[in-house]
């Protein structure tokens, strides 16, 4: 069965600090893996997505096969960056469908 | 280029009435199409989605339907609301893989929040 996990429901860090937001999964097969970003009153939106190995934002994410993990990582938090993250996982064959975690609030302190 | 609208944005319905929340896409075609509930703590809930018109998969049991009756239309329905189907529903579309893995991305509607008084 599809699953993502999202072990942490809060996550708070200093201005400067670095960050990780830790993602696991559950695919039989190659999955396509994303990280979605919701700013206050703001829509879902894509922060970044594994195939393309980029960095937006300062965040990074690598896809591990071998522990399952889809981490983002940035090396040093900016306050801008306060919001909720979603990691998501979408199956590459048959039904393409979405599945996402339970997010992670980011609350960076200044 | 491509837009998603849903409507409406607050709903307070009491308990047993009916419910229509209706989400439309613009500016694509055979669209993959997505009803989430936002929920503190669970995260976003998938529960329906559509590859096609009249093609609807359910993810959960529940009080609530969806169908698809064209192309860009995704309708979240129930005929008697419960209390516990008061929430923040989302709408999604995305495109069918054409083979070029980039377009993947999902397109999120700006929500409804249902209340059930």
């Known amino acids: 069965a599809q699953r993502v996990t999202q072990p942490e429901k809060l996550l708070s860090v200093f201005k400067g600090a670095p960050v990780e937001l830790k993602c696991n999964y559950s695919y039989s097969g190659s999955p396509e893996l994303f990280w979605y970003v919701q700013y206050s009153r703001q829509r879902l939106q894509l922060l970044l997505r594994h195939i393309s190995r980029e960095s937006i934002k300062g965040f990074t994410a690598d896809l591990n096969k071998g522990e399952t993990s889809f981490h983002l990582k940035k090396p040093f938090a900016q306050e801008e960056d306060s919001a909720m993250y979603y990691c998501?996982?979408?199956?590459?064959?048959?039904?393409?469908?979405?599945?996402f975690g339970t997010g992670t609030r980011l609350k960076v302190l200044a | 280029s491509q837009t998603i609208h849903q409507w409406p944005a607050t709903l307070v319905q009491p308990v047993g009435s009916p419910l229509s929340l209706e989400c439309t896409v613009e500016g694509t075609s055979n669209p993959n199409l997505y009803w989430y509930r936002q929920a503190a703590g669970r995260g976003l809930q998938l529960l329906f989605y559509?590859?096609?018109?009249?093609?609807i998969s359910s993810e959960v049991p529940q009080n609530l339907s969806a169908s698809r009756p064209q192309d860009r239309q995704f309708i979240l329905s129930s005929k008697k609301l419960l209390l516990s189907d008061s929430g923040f529903y989302l709408c999604?579309?995305?495109?069918?893989?054409?083979?070029?893995?980039?377009?993947?991305?999902?397109?999120f509607g700006q929500g409804t929040r249902l209340t059930v008084v």
């Open positions: 999604a579309w995305s495109v069918l893989d054409r083979g070029f893995e980039m377009n993947t991305e999902a397109f």
């Open positions: 559509s590859v096609g018109i009249g093609q």
């Open positions: 998501a996982l979408r199956s590459t064959s048959g039904t393409y469908k979405y599945i």
